[in-house]
Nanobody
Framework: QVHLVESGGGLVQPGGSLRLSCAAS????????MGWYRQAPGEQRELVAQFQRWGSTQYADSVKGRFIVSKDNAKNTVYLQMNSLKPEDTAVYYC?????????WGQGTQVTVSS
């Protein structure tokens, strides 16, 4: 398994921005799929954005045009830039990776969008 450490959550006003980071314990070149999920209270965990090692990137419809997933291979780190945040984006955000067929999760970071 790969160890994932998230950072960057917090409280932000509607319309604001946050950037989440997820540092992996291994090279991103060896990870098949990596991205972000979120879980709001009383809701199921849902995919936010992810990219595949072979180049494909996916976004949830609810975040398209507002969120951008990117990576820094030299730092083994994936980022989620979140812009134009809405109260409905409030959730615990989890980093996720599929590595040699095994799925790993980070500990989660809280994002709260409120005035």
């Amino acid at each position: 398994q790969v160890h994932l450490v998230e950072s960057g959550g917090g409280l932000v006003q509607p319309g604001g921005s946050l950037r989440l980071s997820c540092a992996a314990s291994t090279s991103l070149f060896s990870i098949d799929v990596m991205g972000w999920y979120r879980q709001a209270p009383g809701e199921q965990r849902e995919l936010v954005a992810q990219f595949q090692r072979w180049g494909s990137t996916q976004y949830a419809d609810s975040v398209k045009g507002r969120f951008i997933v990117s990576k820094d291979n030299a730092k083994n780190t994936v980022y989620l830039q979140m812009n134009s945040l809405k109260p409905e984006d409030t959730a615990v955000y989890y980093c996720n990776a599929v590595y040699y067929g095994q799925t790993s999760w980070g500990q989660g970071t809280q994002v709260t969008v409120s005035s």
